[in-house]
């Protein structure tokens, strides 16, 4: 049984797919369509976005679910129209905030396309570049202006997590490689001596591991088991002497590393919302 | 006036940041203090946060506003004891939508983390390395492989976007800059010429394009206003020539050049949530 989901906004749509995926992902047995109807931002918008989800659910001959943050109330009301559940977060939830706060709140289409002057887009920017300029050990000079400096052996997780971290929370994230040689001594590279406390460590399973390499570098050493067993003790070894945190990223996802990262550290988010 | 807003969650805790951020952002006129408690997954650590809530709510002589996504009723229970407005997502939704599709939900704590096994969570990570081995033209032997290749000036915003479009849809995005030299016939480049319906063109303010360069080089000739125009106006020339759909990136956020291009190429999301 297949059924459809719309997710309707004034903005880019992302508020009302995450919401909405979050409730849909409780519903395991059923498979559903999704359709994203961002930038409806006018009546005329709203009336073929009516339009269009009232043709899906004669097709169907389902009521389909709508997922709508749109804030102006005009707009809201066509939409109500649809022959569908619609789920109006906003509404359901301004009411008893505004009580609360003892404030109103405003009411305006398309707010949220002022982000680009916002302290919040430059620094996501400021990240996502910072991650990118300070990716896989390439250069330690810029070291002192990180958040945290991500370590670990090749193919555990580090470039993806400091993205995700500089996407979602605004981090200045960095991450260095730690290769044989620095695993040799048990002791961290001298070029990460005085970043000491900014150290986050990667681990993985070694099979898992070996698996990953092996799609970069099919039948090499340096995707043997072998070697995969021999990295991970040495590198986690290496984490326990020098007093280093560090987490397993193995059946973790992107999210749930750059979150556990976030909360074992007390880093601080820089970004709101 | 600052208030204090919770967000709690047996999982990352992004859901319950995304949606109350945005409610939150309809009160212009309050400061908030955040603070997310994630993986809040048993009794005992329900207790902890209760405890915090109601200190901080104590110490500011103001009810907080707590925003939840837990699914566990037992845990959610405890929470809702807190001192404060608790908006309650999964509550206020899931019933509703239950009826609608005639099936029960499925509660359970900490679905989220079986999220690596997931078709998402391998998308994501293929996606995320897709655009990196593909930034900046490096190579093109990849483009058949591509569901997007961004063209545009140096730093008119296709890294970035390329990132976020690896992170949030799942879209596998590559990107080409175009030089002077290629703009010069007014052609799009030999080894882009098989990929034409991929392609997607960046433009941007000529000033806020050379506040950019500056950063990065000041006072060269590549930051320098009068180059800035005329790559400019190069681009956009070479764009309409070709036929090649364009969006300007000057006062957008990443996720709303992301979204649009989304929507105008009519590329579909691969990842869900």
Redesign the interface.
């Given at each position: 049984m297949k059924?459809t989901a719309f997710f309707i906004s004034d903005?880019?749509?992302?508020?009302a797919?995450?919401?909405g995926?979050?409730?849909?992902?409780?519903?395991?047995?059923?498979e559903?369509e999704?359709v994203?109807l961002?930038?409806v931002d006018s009546t005329e918008k709203a009336l073929k976005a009516v339009e269009r989800i009232n043709s899906k659910a004669a097709e169907k001959g389902h009521?389909v679910?709508i997922f709508d943050?749109i804030?102006n109330k005009d707009i809201r009301k066509i939409i109500d129209q649809a022959n569908g559940?619609n789920?109006d977060?906003?509404t359901?939830?301004?009411a008893?905030?505004e009580k609360?706060?003892e404030?109103e709140?405003?009411?305006s289409v398309g707010?949220?396309?002022s982000?680009?002057?916002s302290p919040?887009?430059l620094h996501?920017?400021d990240a996502?570049?910072f991650a990118?300029d300070n990716d896989d050990g390439a250069r330690t000079r810029h070291y002192a202006e990180a958040d945290i400096i991500l370590v670990g052996v090749s193919r555990s997780g580090k470039?993806?997590t400091c993205?995700?971290m500089a996407?979602?929370f605004g981090i200045k994230a960095a991450n260095y490689p730690l290769t044989e040689e620095d695993m040799m001594d048990l002791r961290i590279p001298k070029s990460l001596e005085p970043f000491r406390q900014k150290l986050f460590g990667l681990t993985i399973d070694p099979d898992r591991l070996a698996a990953i390499r092996n799609e970069r570098r099919a039948n090499s050493r340096y995707a043997s088991l072998k070697q995969c067993y021999h990295e991970i003790d040495e590198v986690e070894m290496l984490y326990q002497r020098e007093n280093i945190p560090f987490i397993s990223t193995?059946?973790?996802?992107?999210?749930?590393i750059?979150?556990?990262i976030m909360?074992e550290t007390g880093l601080e988010?820089r970004l709101?919302?």
């Open positions: 059924r903005g880019t749509g992302i508020t797919e995450t919401l995926n979050s409730l849909l992902a409780q519903f395991e047995s059923i559903f999704r994203t961002p930038y009521p679910i943050t804030v559940l789920i977060i906003f359901a939830f301004l008893p905030i609360a706060l404030v709140s405003s009411y707010k949220s396309h982000a680009t002057t919040n887009y996501r920017i996502v570049n990118l470039t993806p993205l995700y996407m979602q193995t059946d973790k996802s992107i999210e749930e750059s979150t556990r909360a988010r709101q919302s």
